[in-house]
T-cell receptor, first 116, second 114 residues
Framework: ETGVTQTPRHLVMGMTNKKSLKCEQH?????MYWYKQSAKKPLELMFV???????ENNSVPSRFSPECPNSSHLFLHLHTLQPEDSALYLC???????????????FGPGTRLTVT | AQSVTQPDIHITVSEGASLELRCNYS??????LFWYVQSPGQGLQLLLK??????LVQGIKGFEAEFKRSQSSFNLRKPSVHWSDAAEYFC????????????FGRGTSLIVHP
């Protein structure tokens, strides 16, 4: 596999379920990101990890719990979600250095989440 | 804080017509600028990027963008649109020497009529 992969591609879950989204990058990057993309809304940055350390948490509700065991893998654990959490969740990676910019992000295809 | 504005939510063009998607940034100096495309059901893919130098940047799929400092703009263009270009287009910026996390615009949805 190459690039950034995400599993599952589609997920339907009830409000009381617990599930996890998985992201894996095969690019040797050190930074990984979770974004939420809802219909008719801008792309929302949720979490950023750099060398496995969380560097950004954009006031995301605690029902979303990220985990980054190493620089290649990123998880988003979900529990007691609300219907408004239904969205496309995108994972991205980049070769990033704090204080330096200029590297583009590489995105996975996303997980389409529906909360019923 | 820097911001990126894409003034057009939707753009409709006929196949074969030319295309220009607008992007304006707010940042005192010249930021790093990017255009991404998102096809339905897919993640974002980089079309092109501008760091410095020649203000006309060539990208993939026949796209180009022109950086205009005087207008704080980085508009994306294509001379002849194909039906497969129908997608969502995002402009993004980064501050040189600042955060590596980009600021994205809201996106412009391109509709192509046959």
């Amino acid at each position: 596999e190459t690039g950034v992969t995400q599993t599952p591609r589609h997920l339907v879950m009830g409000m009381t379920n617990k599930k996890s989204l998985k992201c894996e990058q095969h690019l040797g990057h050190n930074a990984m990101y979770w974004y939420k993309q809802s219909a008719k809304k801008p792309l929302e940055l949720m979490f950023v990890y750099n060398f496995k350390e969380q560097t950004e948490n954009n006031s995301v509700p605690s029902r979303f719990s990220p985990e980054c065991p190493n620089s290649s893998h990123l998880f988003l654990h979900l529990h007691t979600l609300q219907p408004e959490d239904s969205a496309l969740y995108l994972c991205a990676s980049s070769q990033a250095t704090p204080g330096l910019a200029g590297e583009e992000q590489y995105f996975g295809p996303g997980t389409r989440l529906t909360v019923t | 804080a820097q911001s990126v504005t894409q003034p057009d939510i939707h753009i409709t063009v006929s196949e074969g017509a030319s295309l220009e998607l607008r992007c304006n940034y707010s940042y005192g100096a010249t930021p790093y600028l990017f255009w991404y495309v998102q096809s339905p059901g897919q993640g974002l893919q980089l079309l092109l990027k501008y760091f410095s130098g020649d203000t006309l940047v060539q990208g993939i799929k026949g796209f180009e963008a022109e950086f205009k400092r005087s207008q704080s703009s980085f508009n994306l263009r294509k001379p002849s649109v194909h039906w497969s270009d129908a997608a969502e287009y995002f402009c993004a910026s980064q501050e040189p020497g600042g955060s590596y996390i980009p600021t994205f615009g809201r996106g412009t949805s391109l509709i192509v009529h046959p």
